[in-house]
């Protein structure tokens, strides 16, 4: 068993690994600045496990803080889900996003050396394949230049930790690059609380099906895909949270660096996330067809082979299972976690 220090542990995935990782046994110190999250989570996560974990609210660019921790702790291995995720917001503010996501790990980083713990897991994303690759996207393929500034804070801290495992042997990290990863834990008790309007398809929808929106905007419906709307390869929260338990394993003994995709390798329409929602949960999402988001991709999908032949994960549920869940979490949350 492990003790883990989960940076963003208190957000939506880092939430659900903090649950994934106490109820295996490990040990969990969360950091979390609670800029985009709230402590109720962390509290829910206890309730759910029947264990505790320590909640240190703090900032990865706080290097006092960081060092406190290493001193506190005997760390073995740090989950780094700490920083900002907004794509359009990164557009408008990128030296925050410069600055969380990019000198924010660095500073981790840093810490993790002095205190001489180098086994991480990294949260990156699909969004560092170059548009010109088609899916399925494996972990071969070229990087590209992403088209907004969150995407390239991912791809630049991909690029810092490649090379630092390259200079210094004693690095053990995972970078996982998710594909789109939505629903809930099944109680319903811990799941995403986004601020204000959600940017992401499915928080989108549960806020529609409960009343907080009006209808769905289908951003396109003349993509060169089935329906014409876009596909993504949509991944449980849970199946997520568990590829880090995975990769942790594959870590503790293992030098190096290694990228996996974390997704299903399933294509899903947006249209087939809306009827799905609607027939498995017996709602009504009124909908219309806009015109296509700045950015978009048409299709997006992973080949997901090398996480289940290396990492022993297999993603357990389905589609159904993701709506279900999501909606489940949402109507016992009408307001997220500020009820
Ligand atoms: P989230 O916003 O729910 O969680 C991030 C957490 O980090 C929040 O609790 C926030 O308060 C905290 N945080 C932000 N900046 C911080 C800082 N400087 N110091 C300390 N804490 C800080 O987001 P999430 O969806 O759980 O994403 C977790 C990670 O996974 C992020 O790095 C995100 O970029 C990455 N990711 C997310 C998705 C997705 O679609 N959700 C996809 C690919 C990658
Ligand atoms: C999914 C599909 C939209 C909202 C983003 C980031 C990516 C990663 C995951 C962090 C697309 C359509 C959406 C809506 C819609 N995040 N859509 N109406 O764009 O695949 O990925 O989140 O790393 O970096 O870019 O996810 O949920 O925004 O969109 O029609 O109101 O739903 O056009 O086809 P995306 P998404």
Redesign the pocket.
């Known amino acids: 068993m492990a003790k883990v220090l989960v940076?963003?542990g208190?957000?939506?995935?880092?939430s659900h690994t903090c649950l994934e990782l106490l109820n295996a046994g490990h040990e969990v110190v969360v950091?979390?600045?609670?800029?985009?999250?709230s402590e109720e989570s962390l509290h829910r996560v206890q309730a759910l496990a029947s264990k505790t974990l320590d909640f240190v609210q703090?900032?990865?660019?706080d290097q006092k803080i960081l060092d406190q921790i290493f001193q506190t702790h005997q760390i073995d291995a740090v989950i780094h889900?700490?920083?900002?995720?907004a794509v359009g917001e990164s557009q408008q503010i990128p030296l925050e996003y410069f600055d969380?996501n990019i000198a924010?790990s660095i500073s981790l980083f840093q810490a993790m050396q002095r205190a001489r713990v180098f086994k991480l897991v990294f949260?990156?994303?699909a969004t560092v394949y170059g548009e010109s690759n088609i899916s399925p996207l494996n972990e071969d393929m070229p990087t590209g230049m992403p088209t907004n500034n969150y995407g390239y804070t991912?791809l630049i801290v991909e690029q810092l930790l490649q090379k630092l495992s390259a200079a210094d042997e004693r690095w053990s990290i995972a970078l996982l690059r998710?594909f789109?990863?939505v629903g809930a834990h099944k109680s319903g008790q811990i799941g995403?609380d986004p601020q204000g309007i959600p940017n992401?398809l499915m928080p989108y929808v549960t806020q529609v099906a409960v009343g907080r929106r009006e209808k769905l905007a289908v951003f396109g419906h003349d993509y060169d895909t089935p329906d014409g709307t876009g596909v993504r390869d949509y991944i449980h929260v849970v199946d997520l949270a568990n590829a880090h338990l995975c990769a942790l394993n594959n870590r503790l003994d293992t030098q190096g660096c290694r990228v996996w995709n974390i997704g299903t390798g399933n294509g899903i329409s947006v249209l087939q996330v809306k009827n799905t929602f609607e027939q498995v949960n017996g709602v009504t999402i009124p909908f219309e067809f806009v015109a296509r988001r700045e950015g978009d991709v048409a299709t997006c999908f992973a080949d997901n082979t090398r996480a289940l032949k290396e990492l022993g994960w297999t993603p357990k549920y389905g589609l159904e299972d993701m709506l279900a869940d999501s909606w489940n979490w949402q109507k016992q949350n009408p307001n997220g976690y500020r009820d």
């Open positions: 940076t963003g208190a957000g939506y995935i880092g950091l979390d600045n609670l800029s985009n999250s703090g900032d990865i660019r889900f700490a920083g900002l995720k969380n924010g949260s990156s994303s991912k998710y789109n990863p995403e992401n």
